[in-house]
């Protein structure tokens, strides 16, 4: 089992920036992939960004792409996802997920381990 603890969401105002955290304690060695997905209200859920947790290689939604980066600590554990030039649109509950089963995906169907959801809202 791995566990997923997110934090860092908040209220900021447009144009703004956040850095998303996500620890990952338990049977992380078994990790291949984590990924940063979102959901607005009223919403379904949505791939925000991915990285090879071994590799490092990285993929981006194109609604983020060039303002966000994803990063990744291997000794703490750790995922972060720098959010810069924040727009409204950005604006949902954020989740931190891990995969044991693939390298790379864009797909929320593809990850067993979920966080529990860190809010962000970017005012107007």
């Known amino acids: 089992q791995v566990q997923l603890v997110e934090s860092g969401g908040g209220l900021v105002q447009a144009g703004g920036s956040l850095r998303l955290s996500c620890a990952a304690s338990g049977r992380t060695f078994s990790m291949y992939a984590m990924g940063w997905f979102r959901q607005a209200p009223g919403k379904e859920r949505e791939f925000v960004a991915v990285?090879?947790?071994?590799?490092?290689?990285?993929g981006y939604a194109d609604s983020v792409k060039g303002r966000f980066t994803i990063s990744r600590d291997s000794a703490k554990n750790t995922l972060y996802l720098q959010m810069n030039s924040l727009k409204p649109e950005d604006t949902a509950v954020y989740y931190c997920?891990?995969?044991?089963?693939?390298?790379?995906?864009?797909?929320?169907?593809?990850?067993?381990?979920w966080g529990q959801g860190t809010q962000v809202t970017v005012s107007s």
């Open positions: 990285i090879s947790w071994i590799g490092g290689g990285t």
């Open positions: 997920a891990a995969s044991r089963s693939v390298v790379v995906s864009t797909t929320s169907g593809d990850y067993e381990y």
